[in-house]
Structures are given as structure tokens and as C-alpha cells.
């Protein structure tokens, strides 16, 4: 392992060296070479600004770094699966970005694309290359555009964030990534630590803080990067990726619903299913996932500042293909947590995985804080992308099924239940008092809401009741 350079907080590589902390051993082609060119910058030494000293900076920095530009690209093998490599040399001007850097990572999405692979961007960069001006932050909409296309074509990915990760690096091939990693103690953020307010709380600007912001999915040690990887990786990369309709108007075939982990023998009353639903010792959602899949990795955050432990997301691996995963943990869902969902709908039908969601929550957070965190906007944003869904959905009622806030997480037409759930339009608690009864009559308010799930297959709501080994 080389020398971390003494000057970061977290450990600071060279471009190739973290390539190779990551690809398997010979893996890397480079796609451009040391002497490759992409722009002829012979006319304008000094840049398109006529920079005084800015041919000395770039000379040093090549000296310097054995490098010709900020980014390295290539591809290689990460635990078997081969994908683009962007790698970015901070010791070459700070990671900049500038022209050439534009010409190069372009190259790399439009090989990403002709070659159907995924792209990791290993990213160390401070921001835009001042000596260029405007020609280099013009860069940014280009690279936003080929990380775009890349995606739309229904290639992950996936960005390593390293230290620092500031200005339009993360706020392009960063934050735009499907999934992000990021080395503990580096920085990140929109800011570099020149230009921010003197009174900031420099704690705000960590891979840890975005991580609690739901900006990111997970911290990694260097050590563990290279596995954390690979499986994610593995999961996306197998999956059919751009959609293609299969003939019964799907993508790929519905995941089956988990067998049942708890009772096996339905209740008798709608007061009983309530009760079973509520039950502490009732298996929960990790459970559940657990025994589903033979790993898995997490998709963590809305992106829109908030996290909410209470949905569980990610992708899987079950009888040997990649299913994605969103599960209700039995609390009251908050915004972040159905927007959390919802990207990770959206993303797992961008690539043609199948999803499956278990339902288990006695309804949607709906407190002051959350109405203020847009409620209503984050409900409606999980419907509609349940709802437009190009994969299949299976969904699995494995508790409490409250209301909306459980309905926006179940699949319109490929509902199962557990034998120890319910769901319902509404609590029989709230819809009592609603209907002025007292709490006497709470029990047969229940009843009358026909909420047992034998009753939502007699309703037609559910399709069937999963128990251990078999569908009913």
C-alpha cells in the first residue's frame, strides 16, 4: 500500500494507486495512454485565458505526478466484474477540472456505453480549473450530460469519494452517482475548506456528515473498499440493464414473496390480526431480508437531506439474481424514508431489477415535523414511481399495514400477506373516534373493517396468504 500523502485527513492516494486498491490484481487497461492528446493546446500555452505561468503549472504538476492530465481512465475487473475506472490524480492541480479533463471523461462514458459496463469514479478533486475560467466550468454540464446518458442506458454508477471531494466534481460524477462510498475523515462538499464562511462548522463538510444528511450510502475503510466494491458491483452489474420488455409486457420475472416467519394459523377476529400485528416478538423486516437474500448492500438517504432507519433499501442477492429491496421496519415512515424508496424504485428500473417491498407500518409520520419535511410531495412521489414501475413489484404485508403510508409501499396488483398482518384504510382506534364510539367499541370497529388478511384475499387486495413453505 503506498504512503498516504501527510497533508488530508483521509487517506490521500495517487490516482493509480487507488485504482489498484480496488481492481483486481493486472486487471487495468488504461483507455489513454500518457502521450494520448484530446485537444491541441499548442496555439494558447498558457490556456484559453492566456494564464501567465499556467504552461509552468501543468509542467510541474506532469513532473510531479508522471500524469498528462487529473484523470486516469480505464478498465478493470473489481471481484470479477469489469467496469470503466475513472480515477482522479489530486497532485495534478488539485484534481481540477479543465478541458482536456472534459475531453477524457467524456471518452470514458461513451466506452462505458459501447461496451455496456458500469463506471466507477474514484473522485479527489477541488473543483473547476481557475486557469481555464469559464472553458473549464462549462466542463460540468458536460460531464453531467455523458453521467446521464450512461445511466439512461442502464449502466450503474458508482462513485468512491475520496479526499476531497468538493466544488462540481461532487456535485456531478459525486452526488449524481446510483450509489456513493466514501473513505472515512475525507472531505466533502460543495465548498472547499478556502472558500467557505470563517464561523462553519467544519464537521458539516465530512464523509460522516453526508452520510447522517442522506447525501451518501456508506463509509468504508480503505481497507474494506475494495469487497464493499465488488459486491455492489456484482448486484448491479448483473442486472439486464437498459429495459427490455419481456412478451407478457414485463421486464424480468416478479420475485417471489419470503415465506412467513412467524404463525402459521390465521386469526379469528380483526381485533386478534391487530393485536398479532402489533406484537413485539412478531419477525421484523431484517428478519425477513435476512432470510431472503445471501447478501445484500444498502442504499442509505433521500438525497434531499433527511435518512429514516425505519425503511430499510438495497439490493440483494436471492437464488442467484439481484433483487432490490425496500422494507417498512414497523415504525411511523417519515418523508426521507418514502423518498428513499422511491429513488431506490426508480434506480432498480433504470436497470431492469425486479423489487420487492415489505409492508409494516401503522402509518405515515404525520407530526408538525413531518408535514413541514413535505409529506404529502414524498407519499405521492412513492406512489407514482410504484406505479410506472418497468420492472415487477412484489409486495409482502408482513405486520401492520396502516393506511397510505403502507399503501404507497405495496405493489397495485402483486399484494401478499403474512398470516400475523393486517391492513386497513385506517387504525379501528382513529376510526372509532372518527365515528364518535367509544373505546368499547374498538374491537368491533376492527371487525367491521374487514381487515384480516384471509379478508383481503376475499376482497380481492391481496392476491394470497404466504405461509412457511407455501402461497395460499
Not at 493546446?41 to 505526478?65: K, N, V
Not at 440493464?241 to 412478451?247: C, E, I, M, S
Not at 433527511?306 to 425496500?326: N, S
Request: proline share 7%; hydrophobic share 40%; net charge neutral.
Amino acid at each position: 500500500m503506498p504512503e498516504p500523502m501527510p497533508d488530508g485527513p483521509a487517506l490521500r492516494l495517487t490516482a493509480r494507486a487507488a485504482i489498484t486498491s480496488v481492481a483486481d490484481q493486472d486487471s487495468f487497461r488504461e483507455l489513454f495512454p500518457p502521450d494520448a492528446e484530446f485537444r491541441d493546446t499548442g496555439s494558447r500555452p498558457d490556456g484559453p485565458l492566456a494564464w501567465q505561468g499556467y504552461a509552468q503549472s501543468r509542467a510541474r504538476a506532469e513532473e510531479r505526478t508522471g500524469e498528462r492530465e487529473s484523470v486516469v481512465c480505464g478498465t478493470a475487473t473489481v471481484g470479477g466484474t469489469r467496469a470503466v475506472i475513472v480515477s482522479f490524480e489530486f497532485g495534478f492541480l488539485g484534481g481540477s477540472l479543465g478541458e482536456r479533463t472534459g475531453d477524457r471523461l467524456e471518452a470514458a462514458h461513451r466506452h462505458a456505453r459501447d461496451h455496456r459496463l458500469p463506471v466507477v469514479s474514484l473522485i479527489a478533486t477541488g473543483g473547476s480549473r481557475m486557469q481555464e475560467g469559464m472553458r473549464a466550468l462549462v466542463q460540468l454540464q458536460r460531464v453531467a450530460r455523458q453521467s446521464e446518458l450512461t445511466g439512461a442506458a442502464g449502466l450503474a454508477r458508482i462513485a468512491v469519494l475520496r479526499d476531497p471531494t468538493t466544488g462540481g466534481g461532487w456535485a456531478t460524477l459525486g452526488a449524481g452517482a446510483d450509489l456513493i462510498l466514501a473513505l472515512p475523515g475525507s472531505q466533502v462538499g460543495f465548498a472547499g475548506s478556502r472558500v467557505r464562511p470563517v464561523d462553519t462548522d467544519p464537521a458539516a463538510y465530512t464523509a460522516e456528515a453526508q452520510l447522517a444528511a442522506g447525501a451518501i450510502d456508506d463509509v468504508v475503510r480503505p481497507e474494506e473498499l475494495r469487497e464493499a466494491l465488488a459486491l455492489r458491483l456484482g448486484l448491479l452489474a448483473a442486472a439486464p440493464g437498459a429495459v427490455r420488455p419481456l412478451t407478457d409486457g414485463s421486464t424480468s420475472a416478479a420475485p417471489d414473496p419470503p415465506g412467513a416467519l412467524g404463525r402459521s394459523d390465521l386469526p379469528a377476529t380483526g381485533w386478534e390480526a391487530v393485536s398479532r400485528a402489533r406484537a413485539p416478538e412478531r419477525p421484523r423486516a431484517d428478519a425477513y431480508l435476512d432470510a431472503y437474500f445471501t447478501v445484500r448492500a444498502p442504499l442509505r438517504g433521500d438525497r434531499c437531506g433527511g435518512t429514516d432507519p425505519g425503511m430499510l433499501c438495497g439490493f440483494g442477492r436471492h437464488e442467484g439474481r439481484t433483487v432490490a429491496y425496500a422494507a417498512q421496519c414497523g415504525t411511523a415512515t417519515t418523508p426521507a424514508g418514502y423518498r428513499t424508496a422511491a429513488r431506490l424504485v426508480r434506480l432498480a428500473g433504470r436497470l431492469g431489477i425486479p423489487v420487492l417491498t415489505l409492508v409494516d407500518t401503522p402509518g405515515a409520520a404525520n407530526g408538525a415535523e413531518a408535514e413541514r419535511a413535505g409529506a404529502g410531495a414524498a407519499i405521492a412521489d412513492l406512489f407514482a414511481a410504484v406505479a410506472t414501475a418497468p420492472v415487477p413489484v412484489t409486495s409482502l404485508v408482513i405486520g401492520e399495514g396502516g393506511s397510505g403510508g403502507a399503501l404507497a409501499l405495496a405493489s397495485p396488483d402483486n399484494l401478499w400477506a403474512t398470516p400475523d398482518s393486517y391492513f386497513s384504510v385506517i387504525a379501528p382506534e382513529q376510526a372509532a373516534a372518527i365515528l364518535k364510539r367509544g373505546k368499547g367499541e374498538i374491537r368491533s370497529t376492527a371487525e367491521q373493517l374487514r381487515l384480516r388478511p384471509q379478508d383481503l384475499v376475499e376482497l380481492g387486495v391481496a392476491r394470497g396468504i404466504v405461509t412457511a413453505s407455501h402461497y395460499d
